[in-house]
């Protein structure tokens, strides 16, 4: 079984309740749910805190998710929880501040994690904010299990990627058409997002922006001075 685990909290330091800003009418998370629906797998779950909960829960409901309220900070702890309440064996993990995250990046990323049977999979240049991670389960938790760094456990899966002498880790490039590594696209900022907005505005027509789509207008928006947005990692 695989799942799509969407995490989600609303008390950001650098833009608070960031996942229910609106763009284009809907909500960051309304957005970013709409496209990982799009992804085959059998359940699709909102990961936050009792914190959040009552505020998320009719948004998850509406978009067709369940929802999870697990540890506040120890976000691996709340996978591993998570994991075993729905025992999924394969999980898609996507974050609540990526409006854009892109169904077809997420679906060749699940395909392209069984084809190498791997414990991990990232598929990676695509613009920042529009991909996900597959993870599998027995890896997760052994993570959960042994991680102490805080980065480790804030993050989900760099305990697996830092141990390729343990676990199967698959890391490989988009297709070009889906190829802009300079950009990001991601939420972090009200400067993001007013970024977004203006991504919205243009491209958004009432279903999940295409990737294709989306690296096109990055890229004619690159030679417009003070309107593309680079990432440096």
């Known amino acids: ?5 969407l995490q989600v909290r609303l008390d950001s330091q650098r833009f608070p309740q960031k996942a229910l800003a ?19 797998t059998d359940r699709h779950v909102v990961l936050t805190d009792e914190a959040s909960a009552s505020r998320l829960s009719p948004y998850a409901k509406r978009g067709g998710f369940e929802l999870y309220a697990g540890d506040p900070d120890d976000v691996l702890a709340r996978f591993a929880a998570a994991a ?6 394969t999980i898609v ?3 609540g501040d990526n409006p854009l995250v892109s169904t077809k990046v997420a679906a060749a990323n699940l395909e392209t994690h069984f084809e190498s049977q791997s414990d991990f ?36 899966s760099p305990f697996i990627y830092r141990r390729r002498e343990r676990f199967r880790v698959h890391v490989q490039s988009v297709p070009a058409a889906w190829r ?23 491209l958004y027509s009432g279903s999940p922006i295409g990737i294709e789509s989306l690296v096109a207008h990055l890229a004619r928006a690159e030679h417009r001075p003070g ?3 680079r990432h440096s990692a």
């Open 121 to 156: 999979t990232a598929l990676t240049d695509s613009p920042l904010g529009t991909g996900v991670e597959v993870v599998e389960v027995p890896a997760l938790l052994q993570a959960a299990e042994e991680a102490e760094d805080p980065y480790e456990r804030e993050h989900v």
């Open 93 to 95: 993990r996507a974050t």
């Open 22 to 40: 609106e763009l284009a009418g809907r909500t960051v998370i309304e957005h970013a749910m709409a496209a990982l629906n799009d992804v085959s």
């Open 180 to 202: 802009y590594p300079q950009a990001r696209v991601t939420l972090d900022t009200k400067d993001d997002y007013e970024y977004l907005k203006e991504i919205f505005k243009t």
């Open 227 to 229: 309107v593309s947005r």
């Open 84 to 89: 075993k309440r729905y025992g999924p064996k």
């Open 1 to 5: 079984m695989t799942a799509v685990f």
